[in-house]
């Protein structure tokens, strides 16, 4: 990891730790992103109170500002930089941290913001604090951005404590090795590397002890999982996703399996033979898309076809009932011509999913497409966007109303901050539920009917 210390901290009034002693030091942080950033920002959350640090909430005033960053698109680099700067004008005189995708992709980018003091990337996250301490002592502005693309094995970044939330996310797998045209991830996370299996196992077991009754297996890319391990008679790549998932099936306690956004490549007549057999793995699919034309798939170099898209849908909705699928849909890619656009606006009529994630295609420095002719003028985008949003309302409106007068085990996390009485949780089909009930019902899965339909969600009445 290169690590370069600048003399001149930039805007910070702290200069030691020891002008501070005896002094509890607060520490928030920002997460934009994805469930993997969700994760690490937990991790050094705990990194920091192992140090002795207070949490606080971001809008409050803090000691240390950490923003997790996210770069996927342009308007996720942006929000990155809103917030690096509303955690100064929160509190002029604090250490500001920006870690994690943007840093790691644009280190001289991030450099340039002056607000910043520590820089990280995607890796050594649990330095953080140590980082802070150095640059409290008087050490100047701390850039700690390693290579990615050398890193090979995962980073043991594990939570010990498990708190606020039902529900836990579990990171067992980082990086990507697609290299889809469009995507900055690969360069921001390297190539793909697995959590080992009795890792995830134990970590499986504390959640139980802890009391949650569902994981949600969480990476940059899953459906890779495994394919750098080696198995114990010396062969590598021969323990999948889906041998995981079969043994965290087994663990007493755990209800409940929830996997991330997976690619259709993934769910074959194996998987879904064996997956419908597993009562734990919950019925949704979260099935990247992207689009519903070939020719703007191959310009994506996405690995596959809407044909080969349609049949892993068909043979789930054939095999597992009441099965939901969800996925992420980019209008405006370089060259998508209306006709193009046409036919993957037909394909999602088609196939009527249960939520669709839209995007505006975002240029990344560095990536192929960034530099293909035919970039498609912002206008165009948004009224792509807009009709494909409005279809994704009906569709899940349409998917709600499926389960009106139906009984469905429902998962309640948390009451409803604006709703007093009211709380909420998930179906294993991943409908959002809201019912009136009390706070014994938290944490625990319990019978409701679905008694109206939204878009977003259902309301329910416990039974």
């Known amino acids: 990891m290169k690590c370069r210390r600048k003399d001149g901290p930039a805007g910070s009034g702290i200069h030691s730790s020891g002008e501070r002693k ?18 690490e920002t937990e991790a050094m959350a705990e990194a920091f109170e192992n140090a002795g640090y207070e949490l606080v909430d971001f809008e409050q005033k803090a000691d240390v500002y950490v923003i997790n960053t996210c770069t996927v698109t342009g308007l996720s680099s942006r929000k990155s930089r809103q917030a690096i700067r509303r955690a100064k004008q929160i509190n002029p005189k604090a250490v500001v941290a920006a870690v994690g995708c943007y840093p790691q992709t644009a280190m001289e980018e991030v450099e340039k913001i002056p607000e910043v003091d520590i820089i990280a990337g995607t890796s050594d996250r649990l330095m953080v604090p140590a980082y802070v301490e150095d640059f409290l002592a008087g050490k100047g502005r701390i850039s700690a951005v390693g ?47 697995s959590r080992p299996p009795e890792e995830v196992l134990g970590e499986v077991q504390k959640l139980v002890e802890a009391g949650f009754k569902e994981v949600v297996l969480t990476g940059i890319h899953i459906a890779s999982y495994g394919r750098d391990l080696l198995s114990p008679d010396g062969t590598r ?15 007493e306690g ?13 769910i074959t007549e194996e998987f879904v033979s064996e997956a419908s057999r ?20 191959a310009r994506m170099n996405r690995k596959y076809t809407t044909a080969d898209y349609r049949k892993a849908v068909e043979m789930l909705r054939e095999k597992i009932p009441d099965v939901a699928v969800t996925t992420d849909v980019m209008v405006g890619f370089p060259g998508e011509t209306d006709e193009e656009f046409e036919k993957t606006f037909r394909f999602l009529e088609t196939i009527r999913f ?24 912002g206008s165009v985008k948004e009224a792509r966007s807009a009709r494909v949003i409005e279809l994704s309302d009906r569709c899940a409106l349409e998917f ?55 878009k977003d969600f259902a309301a329910g009445v416990i039974l």
């Open 237 to 251: 790549g021969s323990f999948r996703l889906l041998d995981l998932i079969r043994e965290i099936h087994e663990v």
């Open 400 to 454: 709600n109303k499926r389960f009106v007068d139906r009984e469905m085990p429902v998962l309640y996390e948390q009451e409803m901050k604006d709703m007093k009485g009211i709380y909420e949780g998930l179906t294993p089909n991943y409908i959002r539920v809201l019912s009136r009930g009390n706070n014994e019902v938290v944490g625990n899965i319990l019978p409701t009917k679905l008694t109206e339909a939204q």
């Open 354 to 377: 249960a939520k669709m994630h839209v995007f505006k295609y975002s240029p990344r420095k560095g990536t192929p497409a960034a530099s293909f002719s035919d970039q498609v003028d």
């Open 22 to 39: 005896g002094i509890v030091k607060k520490v928030a942080f920002y997460t934009l992103g994805c469930k993997v950033n969700q994760y």
């Open 147 to 193: 290579n990615i693309m050398q890193k090979h094995t995962f980073e043991d970044i594990r939570i010990e404590k498990y708190k606020g939330r039902q529900r836990a996310f579990m990171k067992i797998q980082d990086g990507c090795s697609q290299y889809c045209s469009y995507c900055i991830i690969p360069y921001a996370r390297g190539p793909i590397r």
């Open 254 to 266: 755990i209800e409940r399996i929830r996997i991330g956004s997976v690619e259709p490549t993934m």
């Open 278 to 297: 597993l009562e734990k793995l919950c019925p949704h699919y979260h099935i990247s898309l992207q689009s519903g034309c070939d020719e703007t798939l």
